[in-house]
């Protein structure tokens, strides 16, 4: 079981570590070779940013780190543990517990007000009885984390009722509830303007600051230059 | 949590799913009441054929009878399981109604039944179904308007032989004529050379509608000794048709018919080398259902037939359902992939979207359940006052044996169409569900996909 213990700050500890890494996708007849051997490391406490133009497979790769998808061939280590050597049981606990994600479109549930759009994945990772006995806690939490990104007031709006960056913010607070080790961001500026971009970014910063590891893609070489390293992923490689 | 928050809130944001709902409350409540009605109207006629025939018949389809009967109804009188039996004359008869002495009015067939009409009642609903002797059984066939006649008691349908005969309960002022062929023990014509009928005058002292037009139409009752005498049955070993039987209230009906069964192969044994004693042989020992069972199976089968085509109604409902969470699942293909990100399992996933099938099932069903209850609680008002305005009536009472339309709920049926109803949406729901569940969640994140 991949262990969830506190952030750190930046060590020489390496959290993630993913080699050989292949994947492809079929296209009509043929197959999309989108990534062709990538080999990639983050340390705890690490932001990290992976750049590359759009199609390059940056999605893909966050997507494979975080055991949303399986790597046709390659291995993804979580502090030692493989990732493909995790059951389907375990592999939901760490995509719970161990990895928040943060999407560019941020993929708020509409029918869900904002506090429970944040505290939605400690109702996932709890049944029905162990919700009600940490649902205080849990929306205290919630509270907290909204406060923190300036929406103290916006708890009980659904999400179309928010700004672009407002639900973003709202999407980084739901990948945060659960104090993960790693956060990976998709594009979290991409369908920001850049003055709303940037406030989001000052949050990413601030999180990695106090010892959050965050791995970041972008196609922006702007947005990634905020990040404390930069990898470029080209040709399915990482250059 | 999510898995109860969020089919709620799907059921109540979406308008589609006030279609899946509406459908499954229509077929509830469409299946509620027919089903009530249906069933309503055959326990009514199975309970008036138990009235008419008792809990068990020992008797012979001949029109000769059997003998030696009197010791049989000691043997079944003493027996600790019967509670009272009714021997019975049973014949085919010519009816000439008469309504005075110099007119005839018309002739027709009719099933006399020779009865004791004190032992008659304690077997059957004979008493309760008197209009005029129901305090004074022992002297229904006796009439202060004609004291040299023995009486006779006819239903409604019989009347309706006369064109002219009052539709309500009042006895009309009418002698039948009642013709019999007098059969011997042997089965030969018991009058040859002498005339070959017996004619008997009755004069109707009593109506006795059973409810069933089958003997509504042509029975009339007489004394057992003038239906003895008429049919020739008091020749030699006196004979009758059939024994009526009730059963004391504690007794299965099997069981009992099988105990009457063990006594009459006992009395057969003892009795079968007797003069006549042949005619035992001929007897059959038949509980209720099966004496009548041409009419009960039929009923039973148009019970089955009515089930399976609300079945078919079933079948709608799940179409319904799965295409309407088929197309919330669509829709929503977005929230599996969200789900999915933050840890959520394929089992809980499925599990939003059945619950979301169970929900439609337990509104829709719930809806239809309630208007269902109300309507049938209304339907004879209903049709009373489609009657007053339109002259519309749905049960034509002179077909149907009915006072009103059957409306009593049975709590099993009900409850059973309501979990139907539920299950039904759930099954609907159940390829969606999966479908759901396997979805993979970069497919539905994808930019793409939005």
């Not at chain 2, 899946?20 to 069933?39: D, E, K, N, Q, R």
Request: hydrophobic share 45%; aromatic share 8%.
């Amino acid at each position: 079981m991949v262990n969830n213990e506190p952030n750190n700050q930046s060590t020489n500890e390496v959290i993630l570590d993913a080699g050989g890494l292949f994947k492809s996708y079929p296209i009509g007849a043929t197959r999309l070779e989108v990534l062709k051997g990538v080999d990639f490391a983050v340390k705890a406490g690490e932001f990290v940013a992976v750049v590359g133009a759009s199609g390059s497979g940056k999605s893909t790769l966050l997507h494979i780190l975080g055991g949303l998808d399986r790597p046709d061939k390659g291995r993804v280590r979580f502090r030692g543990v493989d990732l493909a050597s995790l059951s389907g049981r375990k592999l939901n606990y760490f995509r719970n517990k161990t990895v928040g994600f943060v999407f560019q479109f941020y993929h708020l549930l509409d029918e869900l007000n904002v506090l429970e759009n944040i505290v939605l994945p400690v109702m996932a990772g709890i049944g029905v009885l162990g919700w009600l006995s940490c649902r205080r806690q849990a929306k205290k939490q919630g509270n907290e984390l909204l406060e923190s990104l300036g929406l103290a007031h916006r708890s009980r709006h659904k999400p179309f009722q928010l700004s672009g960056g407002e639900r973003q913010r709202v999407a980084i607070a739901r990948a945060l509830i659960n104090q993960p080790s790693l956060i990976l961001a998709d594009e979290p500026t991409g369908n920001l303007d850049s003055a709303t971009g940037s406030g989001i970014l000052d949050g990413l910063e601030r999180l990695n600051s106090s010892g959050q590891t965050i791995v970041m893609v972008s196609h922006d070489e702007q947005v990634a230059a905020r990040a404390g390293r930069i990898v470029r992923l080209a040709d399915g490689r990482l250059v | 949590m999510y898995k109860l928050i969020l089919p709620f809130r799907y059921l109540v944001k979406k308008r589609i799913t006030l279609l899946a709902v509406l459908a499954v409350a229509l077929c509830v409540f469409v299946v509620i009441v027919v089903m009530t009605v249906l069933s309503g109207l055959t326990s009514g006629i199975k309970d008036k054929y138990h009235s008419f025939i008792g809990d068990c018949v020992v008797g012979s389809k001949s029109l000769v009878g059997f003998v030696y009967y009197e010791e049989f109804l000691d043997r079944l009188e003493s027996a600790e399981f019967v509670q009272a039996a009714s021997p019975v004359i049973k014949s085919p008869v010519l009816v000439n109604v008469k309504m005075s002495a110099d007119r005839m009015y018309t002739n027709r067939m009719g099933q006399l039944m020779g009865i004791d009409p004190i032992r008659h009642s304690r077997v059957t609903g004979f008493g309760k179904w008197l209009k005029h002797h129901r305090q004074n059984v022992s002297k229904v066939f006796t009439s202060p308007d004609e004291p040299n006649l023995p009486g006779c008691v006819s239903v409604h349908a019989a009347l309706g032989w006369l064109a002219d005969a009052n539709a309500d309960d009042t006895v009309p002022k009418i002698t039948f004529d009642i013709t019999s062929l007098p059969l011997t023990g042997k089965g030969a014509l018991a009058r040859a050379g002498m005339g070959l009928i017996n004619t008997r005058s009755f004069y109707v002292t009593d109506i006795a509608p059973v409810g069933l037009w089958r003997f509504d139409r042509d029975t009339i009752y007489v004394s057992f000794e003038e239906a003895q005498a008429l049919c020739g049955m008091n020749l030699g070993p006196k004979r009758i048709n059939v024994i009526h039987i009730k059963f004391k209230p504690d007794v299965d009906l099997q069981i009992g018919r099988d105990k009457v069964t063990e006594l009459w192969d006992d009395f057969v044994k003892t009795t079968a080398n007797r003069e006549y004693g042949d005619l035992l042989t001929q007897v059959k020992v038949k509980s209720w259902k099966s004496y009548q069972s041409d009419v009960i199976s039929a009923l039973d089968t148009e019970r089955m037939m009515m089930l399976f085509i609300f079945s078919l109604i079933g079948f709608i409902a799940v179409f319904i359902v799965f295409v309407v969470v088929y197309m919330i699942v669509s829709h929503k293909s977005k929230d599996i992939g969200i789900l999915k990100s933050i840890g959520a399992s394929s089992v809980n996933v499925a599990a939003v979207f059945l619950g979301f099938g169970f929900l439609v099932g337990v509104f829709g069903a719930g809806i239809g359940a309630l208007g269902g209850w109300q309507f049938l609680v209304h339907i004879n008002s209903i049709e009373t006052w489609l009657f007053e305005h339109f002259k519309f009536r749905l049960w034509d009472q002179s077909v149907y044996p009915i006072g009103s339309i059957p409306n009593q709920i049975e709590a099993k049926l009900f409850s059973g169409i309501i979990v139907f109803g539920i299950t039904a949406c759930l099954i609907g729901a159940l390829v969606p569900s999966i479908q759901a569940a396997r979805r993979r969640p970069i497919e539905t994140l994808q930019v793409s996909q939005l």
